[in-house]
């Protein structure tokens, strides 16, 4: 659960009925239709920065985008960018630079663990933050006003904020597909943090064109705008 002075975390991903988000083969799933579609671009609508994976955007090439005319419409009445920054987490630091991703309107922020962020941000980027640990990372972009984060996966990042109990939601759109194999949510090794192993609420539950479902779970005293 996040701290006061760090931002709220909503995990917002696509699932198979399984819960699975790649099929067993490996590779990306594209498992939500356009009704899941339109639930993401509202999550990152609600969101000031997206969090994503650095091998996640090496398998898909970008990160999402709001398209809704309506949603762009009401981020421009409250001041805000059409977009939420989109923050690549990473160890080396090293994206392909042909990704469509650095085309991609949009600002861009790398967040490297053990980086010493130099005078300049590395290129593609347009601020580079180190990654200590993740309450000193979560706590600096809070300070930066990035006050409600979109996490869009990986697994492997969706398990690290698992094990330190900083997810205040999980967004899951369940896909009625069966997909198998080891490429679960979570890894079968996460380490789930005692404290967020039970005791969450549904908030919403939506069905979803394409016999698809929306869930939305919070953690008990989670803080901050759950809409």
Do not use: K, Y
């Not at 009401?74 to 989109?86: D, F, K, T, V």
């Not at 990704?99 to 941000?121: E, I, S, Y």
């Not at 967004?171 to 404290?195: E, F, I, K, S, Y």
Request: hydrophobic share 45%.
């Amino acid at each position: 659960m996040s701290p006061a002075a760090s931002p709220e975390l909503r995990l917002v991903l696509a699932v198979s009925l399984d819960g699975r988000l790649a099929p067993a083969e490996g590779g990306a799933a594209q498992l939500g239709g356009a009704a899941d579609r339109l639930v993401l671009e509202e999550a990152l609508a609600w969101a000031d920065a997206a969090l994503v994976g650095a091998e996640t955007l090496r398998r898909h090439g970008s990160t999402c985008l709001i398209h809704s005319p309506a949603l762009l419409e009401a981020r421009r009445s409250e001041g805000r960018g059409a977009q939420p920054i989109a923050i690549a987490v990473s160890r080396s630091g090293r994206l392909p630079a042909a990704l469509p991703f650095f085309r991609q309107p949009l600002d861009r922020w790398l967040l490297q663990a053990a980086a010493v962020p130099g005078p300049t941000p590395p290129q593609g980027f347009d601020r580079h933050l180190p990654l200590e640990s993740w309450p000193q990372a979560l706590g600096n972009l809070a300070a930066l006003g990035q006050r409600r984060i979109a996490v869009l996966g990986g697994a492997q990042l969706a398990a690290a904020l698992a094990a330190e109990d900083l997810l205040d939601e999980l967004q899951l759109t369940v896909c009625p597909r069966l997909l198998g194999g080891p490429h679960g949510w979570l890894p079968a090794d996460a380490r789930v943090a005692p404290a967020a192993r039970a005791g969450w609420r549904l908030v919403e539950h939506r069905a979803l064109p394409g016999d698809e479902l929306l869930l939305r779970w919070r953690r008990p005293g989670a803080q901050g705008v759950t809409s």
